[in-house]
């Protein structure tokens, strides 16, 4: 009996000391495996910084600072355009992206034509008129010639920047959504030979001036805030044309049939929103920036 007591403690310690190296060797295993993962992240994470940072144009001319007076004006032959003023932004930055690069890389392909999405698309220059102090420095976005057996694709421009006082757009064939930006805004998608596209404009924290919105093709939104004003020319003839707001109050309405005029909150400033084959609204909150039309 004793014996047979013996033979059961040196099996079960074997069966263990088994179990123990058979442990080590899947951590081991497992540890390995762990490190070649963490690499693998790392690879991945250095080449998606790579593109973003081949997909950024560089702003040449005066460094922009904080606080500065600033103006954007942008031409994108075709794509949507996008500027995010805000103070949460430490610094200006010009990215885009190539529609469907992936489709296009394959199509090109087949065509026997080397397309790399990544190129010189886009330059940007910051210029402050010579002896101000406190005049509107402009950050001018233009197009160069860049282009693929004469075939220039589309592209969206994100325009992210502490602060605009001040905007000129110019595109087709996509939507402009400006948020937060004050000062004078003009904005044309589309002319009479190529398509326009949507246009969304909010409003920021301080009044807006003068804006000027016109689309060939597309719908025009003005989200507004209760500090602003306007006298306001909404046009939209094969459409409808419309202002909401409970805030504030309104002179001289005179609502017709794709056409909305009227003075609101006794401002003297032209608000004129334009759209030939859309809508024209406007709508006032008090949070115009999360308001998704």
Known sequence: MKLNRSKRRITGTRTLAFAVAAGLSVAMVGGVGGCKERKRMGGLQARFQAKKLAHTVKIDGIPMTIGQF?????????????IRSHSKHEKAYVEFKIRKEQWLRFRMAK???????????FTAEYIVP????????TLMIRPTDLSIEGFRPPIDVLISIPRCDG?????????????????????????EFTEGG???IRTGENPIEEVMAYTSKGDVHFIASPSNTGVFDLSAPRGSASFSSKFGWVDHSMPSRGSWTGIWNDGTNAISLHS??????VFVTEQPRFYRP
């Open 276 to 281: 030939e084959n859309g809508d024209t609204e």
């Open 130 to 137: 010579e002896g101000s102090l406190n005049q509107v420095g």
């Open 70 to 82: 600033t103006a954007v004006d942008i031409v994108n032959p075709s794509g949507d355009v996008e």
């Open 198 to 200: 949507d246009i969304i």
């Open 167 to 191: 905007a000129k757009v110019s595109t087709s064939n996509g939507r402009i959504m400006i948020t937060g930006v004050t000062g004078t805004i003009e904005v044309r998608n589309g002319d």
């Open 111 to 121: 065509q026997g034509i080397e397309f790399d999405p990544v190129g010189d698309y």
